[in-house]
Nanobody
């Protein structure tokens, strides 16, 4: 089993930066990839960015490319999302998720097996 806890959210002005952290506990050797998703008010949960353990492959949603960066510390000890040049449309509840059985980096939330509770990011318009 894998347990995920996000932190680092908050209120930030447009143009500012935040770094979200996802503390990972449990059988981290099971993890193939991890990703950040977000759910804005009235919208469905969407993929933000992801990272595989082997090979370090990354993928990003078009809306965050060039502004957000995913990374990890150690062998899946902590998973990060660095967010720069934040916009009002980035306001959402951000979740980290772990995929234990994939063969390629997925942007589909249904492919992820473990989820954290989320951390709120608010960028006033």
């Amino acid at each position: 089993h894998v347990h995920l806890v996000e932190s680092g959210g908050g209120l930030v002005q447009a143009g500012g930066s935040l770094r979200l952290s996802c503390i990972i506990a449990g059988r981290t050797d099971y993890i193939f990839a991890m990703a950040w998703f977000r759910r804005a008010p009235g919208k469905e949960r969407e993929f933000v960015g992801g990272l595989t353990g082997t090979g370090g492959m990354t993928a990003y949603a078009d809306s965050v490319k060039g502004r957000f960066t995913v990374s990890k510390a150690g062998d899946w000890m902590t998973f990060y999302l660095q967010m720069n040049s934040l916009k009002a449309e980035d306001t959402a509840l951000y979740f980290c998720a772990a995929d234990r059985s994939g063969s390629s980096l997925s942007t589909n939330r249904n492919d992820y097996d473990y989820w954290g509770q989320g951390t709120q990011v608010t960028v006033p318009s």
